[in-house]
C-alpha cells in the first residue's frame, strides 16, 4: 500500500478502534499513539519520489502542509490529554469527539493528498462533517446552533464547490485527447486550450465555495461561532488545518485557471477577498469580548493575508502566502491551547475574568503572552516575516494595495496588543484565582512557539528549497 494511503487510512483505522474504547484515559493514548505514528508516517514522506500514484499526488506544495497537519494533529492530541475530562462529556460524547478527531485528521491528510478534484472534494465534506460533530458536543443551545451555522453555510459552500468541480471537469472534457478530466496534472494541461468563460466560471464558483471552508469574508460567519463553542481542541484544528485545506484547493484552482491567457486574471478574485477579508476582520478585533471569539476574527484576518499573497502570485507573493500559513497555524494554535487552559482555571472565556495570568499562572501567563506576540506578526515569528515579504511584494508590484493592507494590519496588531495586555499583563480579578497547569497544555505551547521561532528566523534549507518549488507550483 502506498505510503500516502497509509497516512489516511491509519487516523480512520484508529477512530474504529476508539469507538469502543469506553474508558476515557485509555482513548486519550489511544489517540495519542495514532496520531504520534501519523506523524512518523508523515516524516517518511521526505524520503519518498514526489509525483502522482493512483488518486494521490506528492510535491512539494502539500509535503509542507502535510507535516504541519501531523505535527498539529500530534499536539492536539497530547493537549486533549489534560484538557477533554475538563470538558464536563459523557462517555458517549467522548467517545464521539476522538472517533470524529481522527476521522478529521484522515480526511485532512487526503484532502491535501487527492490528486483527483472530486476526491478531494469528498475529503474536505469529510473533513468538515466531523468538525460539525465536534463542534455541537457540547449540546447547548449554543454549540448546537453554532453547529448548525456551521453544517448550513459550509453545506451551501461545499455544494457551490462541487457546481465548480463539474464545470472545470466539463471544460476539461471539452478539449479532445484528454485523459482523466479530473485528476490535477490533466487539469493543468488542458486549461490552456479550454474555453476561458467557463473556466472563469468554474474558479468563481469553487472560489466562493473553497472560500467559505477557509472564513474568508463575506462568508465567514460560522467561523467565530464553531471556534469559540466547540472543544478546544477543535479550534486548534479548525484554524490550524481545515481553512488551510480550503486555501490549498483554492491555490491549485487558481493555477489551473492561471494557465489560460484568456481568463480574467484569477488572482485579482482572490486578492479583492482577502483584502476584505484583511480589513473586516481587524476592525471587528476591537469588538470582541469573549477570547475565543477574539481569535477565531483573528483566524479570519489570517486567511485572508494568506489569500493576499496567493493574490499577488509570483514567486513572492505565493512563498509569502505559504509561510504565513503555516506560521498561523503554529501560533494560532499555541494561543488555543492557552486559552483553554487560562478557561479551565477561570470558568470564563470573556477577556475580563482572564486578565492577570502572568501575576496569577506565571508559566500560562507568559506562554500565553508569547503565543500572542507571535499571532500578532511581531517578530522574530514566523508571521512577522511572511507579513513583511507580503508589504514588501505589495510597495513593488502593487502600490494600490498599501493602504488597505497597512490600515488592516496596524489595526488588528494594534487590537492584540491591547488584548494582549488585558490578558497577561493588567490587575487580576478580584477573586486572584490560581492554579496549576500540567505538562500536557504548556507542552504543545511551548512546541508550536519554538517551530514558529525556526520558521521566522532559521528556515532550514531543505525547507526553504521546497517552499521555493511550492511557490511555483501556485501560478
Not at 505514528?37 to 499526488?57: I, K, M
Not at 453555510?153 to 472545470?168: E, M, P, S
Not at 476592525?283 to 484576518?301: E, G, Y
Request: glycine residues 12%; proline residues 5%; hydrophobic residues 60%.
Amino acid at each position: 500500500m502506498p505510503l500516502a494511503w497509509l497516512l489516511v487510512l491509519l487516523p480512520w483505522a484508529g477512530a474504529a478502534v476508539l469507538g469502543f474504547l469506553p474508558r476515557e484515559r485509555v482513548a486519550a493514548l489511544v489517540n495519542i499513539g495514532v496520531s504520534a505514528a501519523g506523524f512518523l508516517l508523515s516524516l517518511l514522506l521526505l524520503a519518498e519520489p514526489q509525483g502522482v500514484t493512483g488518486w494521490t499526488r506528492l510535491d512539494a506544495l502539500n509535503l509542507p502542509l502535510l507535516l504541519l497537519s501531523s505535527v498539529v494533529g500530534l499536539t492536539t492530541s497530547v493537549y486533549s490529554l489534560g484538557a477533554i475530562a475538563a470538558e464536563g462529556l459523557d462517555a458517549r460524547r467522548l467517545r464521539a469527539f476522538h472517533v470524529a478527531f481522527q476521522l478529521f485528521m484522515g480526511a485532512q491528510a487526503l484532502a491535501l493528498l487527492a490528486d483527483n478534484l472530486g476526491v478531494m472534494w469528498v475529503a474536505v465534506e469529510i473533513a468538515t462533517l466531523a468538525s460539525v460533530l465536534m463542534v455541537g458536543l457540547h449540546g447547548t443551545p449554543a454549540a448546537i446552533e453554532a453547529a448548525w451555522k456551521f453544517f448550513i453555510l459550509c453545506g451551501v459552500g461545499i455544494a457551490l464547490a462541487l457546481l465548480g468541480t463539474i464545470i472545470l471537469g466539463l471544460a476539461a472534457q471539452a478539449v479532445p485527447g484528454e485523459g482523466e478530466a479530473l485528476s490535477w496534472a490533466a487539469l493543468l494541461a488542458s486549461a490552456p486550450r479550454c474555453d476561458p468563460g467557463v473556466l472563469n466560471l468554474a474558479f468563481v464558483f469553487l472560489l466562493v465555495g473553497y472560500g467559505t471552508k477557509a472564513g474568508l469574508v463575506p462568508l465567514h460567519a460560522w467561523l467565530p461561532d464553531a471556534e469559540a463553542e466547540g472543544p478546544i481542541a477543535i479550534s486548534a484544528v479548525l484554524s490550524g488545518l481545515l481553512l488551510n485545506a480550503a486555501l490549498h484547493a483554492v491555490l491549485r484552482v487558481k493555477a489551473i485557471v492561471g494557465a489560460n491567457a484568456e481568463t480574467v486574471p484569477p488572482g485579482a478574485l482572490l486578492l479583492a477577498f482577502g483584502l476584505a477579508s484583511v480589513l473586516v476582520a481587524g476592525f471587528a478585533l476591537w469588538r470582541r469580548r469573549d477570547a475565543r471569539r477574539f481569535f477565531a476574527w483573528s483566524s479570519i484576518l489570517h486567511m485572508g493575508l494568506a489569500a493576499t499573497g496567493f493574490g499577488f502570485g509570483g514567486v513572492a507573493g505565493n512563498l509569502a502566502g505559504l509561510l504565513h500559513m503555516l506560521g498561523h497555524s503554529l501560533a494560532k494554535s499555541a494561543v488555543f491551547f492557552g486559552i483553554g487552559a487560562a478557561v479551565r482555571l477561570r470558568g470564563s472565556q470573556r477577556i475580563a475574568d482572564l486578565g492577570g495570568l502572568c501575576t496569577t499562572v506565571p508559566a500560562l501567563g507568559w506562554a500565553l503572552a508569547i503565543s500572542i506576540a507571535a499571532v500578532a506578526g511581531l517578530p522574530p515569528f514566523a508571521l512577522f516575516a511572511s507579513e513583511y515579504l507580503l508589504v514588501t511584494e505589495a510597495a513593488a508590484q502593487h502600490p494600490w494595495a498599501i493602504l488597505p493592507l497597512g490600515l488592516g494590519l496596524l489595526v488588528a496588531v494594534a487590537a492584540k496588543v491591547q488584548t494582549l495586555q488585558a490578558l497577561c499583563f493588567c490587575d487580576p480579578p478580584a477573586d486572584r484565582t490560581t492554579g496549576r497547569v500540567d505538562w500536557t497544555s504548556l507542552g504543545p505551547i511551548w512546541a508550536h512557539l519554538v517551530l514558529a521561532l525556526l520558521l521566522g528566523v532559521a528556515l532550514p534549507g531543505p525547507l526553504r528549497s521546497m517552499l521555493g518549488e511550492a511557490a511555483g507550483v501556485g501560478g
